[in-house]
């Protein structure tokens, strides 16, 4: 007689074990990794991408967007520009949002000291709270 060549139950149980518990120590590890790059995107967004926007922006018009403009200033030419002769936008391609989707916020003149003006998202939870991420904060 010829001899089956297959697996048996334990054989196939000892691999599902094993996938499990490689499974239950990888796992944890990389749960919290979403959101540290979220909030990793969001300083770079704060403090490179929309800030040089920003800064070309008072460059061309002498003076940054003024609260009420916001950031959509830097997207279309605002029609309460005092001298609109200037403005050499769009500074940027797309209105900016921060990686939980929601629009970044904008202050000019800023409210923290050291900084012409606040941007900053509020981060996960949508609320002004502790996990926001600003300009003033290095």
Do not use: C
């Not at 996938?19 to 909030?39: N, Y």
């Not at 300083?43 to 070309?56: E, F, R």
């Not at 409210?111 to 991420?133: K, M, Q, T, V, W």
């Amino acid at each position: 007689m010829k001899a089956k060549s297959a697996f048996t139950l334990i054989e196939l149980m000892l691999v599902v074990i094993i996938i499990g518990v490689l499974g239950a120590m990888v796992l944890p590890r990389l749960a919290g990794r979403s959101e540290q790059a979220k909030s990793a995107v969001a300083k770079t967004d704060i403090n490179a991408n929309i800030a040089t926007a920003l800064d070309l922006y008072e460059l061309d018009n002498g003076r940054y967007p003024t609260t009420e403009q916001g950031l959509s200033a830097l997207k279309a030419k605002p029609g309460d520009l005092y001298d609109g002769a200037n403005w050499n936008g769009p500074y940027l391609k797309k209105e900016p949002k921060d990686p939980w989707g929601k629009d970044y916020q904008y202050k000019y003149p800023a409210a923290h000291e050291g900084e012409d003006y606040d941007l900053y998202s509020l981060g996960a939870d949508g609320i002004e709270s502790d996990d926001d991420i600003g300009n003033w904060q290095k």
